[in-house]
Each structure stands twice: as structure tokens, then as C-alpha cells.
């Protein structure tokens, strides 16, 4: 069985291209979490990088909606390929995405990211920076 679960963050803002019969294909770099115990017991952490490839609409959004540090799940299969470059034969793995479930919330601007809020220049605020709506009415809520 060849099957992945990820979760991690974009090391990168998504590359959307379309190939063939103007298939759209979108690549992006995740970086997924690590922890492990140092010799004297302290955790530590690192990180593994994988090549994620989405393709077809789910490219299209992902293109859309996630952005360098946008948090995401990806569900796929592992790829290896190779290729030739100034004729040297290379080698390639990649993680072929049969799902994205985006998990950073999106901003109304229409780019995602993580975290409380966001403000007019897009840097993120923590959550206790957030000040709570003290004029709603129950009336004005779409349900």
C-alpha cells in the first residue's frame, strides 16, 4: 500500500502551471514537524520537507487559497522519478496529492493563514490582542 498523511506548512507560496491539454498542476514545498529526544532527554524538534504535487481543480484552489505558512493536511501517494539534467541522470521524490484539506483559516483578502487574526498589513495578531464585538445583534446573524 502506498499511502501519505501530512500535516505541516508551506516552505513556499504555491506554483500553479498548466501542462498538456492545459491541465492545471500546482506544486509546493511542505514542511512537517519532527520531535524527537535529545541524548540528555530534552525535546527537540526538526523538520522533513516534502515536493507536493495537486493536480486539476484541487490545484486551482490550492494556488487560490494557501500561501507561504498556510497550514494544511495532505492525503497521496509517495512518487519517485527521475529525470535527465546536463546529462546527469537525477532523481526525484514527490508526494502525489489525492487530497489538501486546508486548516489555516482564510482572511478577506482571500489568502489563508494561520492564527488568531490578521491585520491590514497581513501580520498576524495573537489571539488575546483580539477585542470581542460588543455592538452584534441577534438580528443581523445570517441564520
Do not use: H
Not at 501519505?4 to 501542462?19: A, E, S
Amino acid at each position: 500500500m502506498n499511502k501519505v498523511i501530512l500535516i505541516g506548512r508551506l516552505t513556499r507560496d504555491p506554483d500553479l502551471r498548466n501542462v498538456g491539454n492545459n491541465i492545471p498542476v500546482c506544486r509546493f514545498s511542505l514542511a512537517v514537524d519532527r520531535p524527537y529526544r535529545a541524548n540528555g532527554g530534552q525535546g527537540e524538534a526538526t523538520a522533513d520537507f516534502f515536493n507536493i504535487v495537486v493536480w486539476r481543480a484541487q490545484a486551482e484552489n490550492c494556488a487560490k487559497y494557501l500561501q507561504k505558512g498556510s497550514q494544511c493536511a495532505v492525503t497521496g501517494r509517495i512518487e519517485n522519478r527521475s529525470y535527465d539534467k546536463d546529462g546527469e541522470k537525477r532523481y526525484l521524490t514527490e508526494i502525489i496529492a489525492e487530497s489538501v484539506e486546508f486548516l489555516s483559516r482564510a482572511t478577506s483578502g482571500g489568502a489563508a493563514m494561520g492564527g488568531a487574526g490578521v491585520d491590514e498589513f497581513g501580520k498576524r495578531q495573537p489571539i488575546e490582542d483580539l477585542k470581542p464585538i460588543e455592538d452584534a445583534d441577534d438580528d443581523d446573524l445570517p441564520f
